[in-house]
């Protein structure tokens, strides 16, 4: 079928639609699956944050099939391209995309009844032609006016709605104490609360490679790391801090089931050696808590 085809075949384009909505919500949530594999679930949050965090996900999803659904037979009974305008408002955030709609959206038009030209619904007379154009309010012309398929934009607007409260019930929960872990002696997961700047990080043959600008006070970066003989081999540790405020510091944390030690590694003048013989074999979480430094780069490995 060619797109001139499909453009006069309505049931071909809502087929189109459909599919690439169904797309969408399987890369959604095959998104949100991902995350939770890759991270070992939501382990150090309360259930509640990625309930809510999903909900906002399927509403703005909702909302976008809605109002997309209307600029879809907005677009057809003006004659513009309804395909294009709804793939903008996927894209583009159904807010913006809404926006950009009115913003370029096509008047509604008729035929010159003297040479066929097509003019504006309300014109007097024919820009082509110059005939006087009678105005009649006719039923067709109060049903074209008519704002149409209220319930498509109801339901757009309800799914809006459903999709703020489920933001702020996020919100609330992040802030309400108890809900995130922040704590970098927990066996937990830590959730950082905060931001850092022109992060690097990577974990290659062993070695743990990070540096950052700055970042907030508590910013907890982590890598897994394995024992295989805690008798023999030591965390060997090359961290410099490029900028030390007062009062700042850099806290290493070792931590493996109930067992946490920390090592203040602000101002190392050599490569910390850290002996591992208090541990047992297997992974083992270390962490490093950034307060106040800025321009780190580190290298640590277990071996």
Known sequence: ??????????????????????????LVFGSFGLFFAVSGGFDGVSILLPLFLLGVLFFWL????????????DCKKRGDDP???????????????FLLYFLRRREIRRNC?????S??????????????????????????????????I???????VLMIACLAGFIVSAATAGNVNTDPSSDKT???????????????????????????DGFVEERRMEIENAHTQKLYADISCGSVPEGASLILWLVQGEK????????????LEYPLDEFENGKIRVRLQINGVKDVASEITVK
């Open 1 to 26: 079928m060619t797109y001139k085809e499909n453009r006069k075949n309505p049931m071909g384009q809502s087929r189109w639609l459909l599919i690439a909505a169904a797309v969408i919500l399987l």
């Open 62 to 73: 909702l909302m976008s099939v809605f109002f997309g659904a209307w600029v879809y037979q």
């Open 83 to 97: 395909v294009l305008w709804v793939i903008i408002i996927f894209f583009a955030t159904p807010m913006i995309g």
């Open 113 to 117: 009844s003297a040479c066929g030209h």
């Open 119 to 152: 003019v504006a619904l309300r014109a007097k007379y024919c820009e082509e032609c110059g005939a006087y154009i009678e105005i009649q309010e006719d039923m067709g012309m109060k049903q074209r006016q008519r704002t149409h398929h209220r319930k498509l």
């Open 154 to 160: 109801a339901a757009g607007v309800v799914s809006l």
């Open 190 to 216: 830590v959730w950082n609360m905060g931001v850092i700047t022109m992060s690097m990080s990577n974990y290659w043959d062993g070695v743990w490679n990070f540096s950052f600008k700055s970042a907030s």
């Open 260 to 271: 946490a030690e920390s090592v203040d590694v602000t101002d190392l003048s050599e490569p």
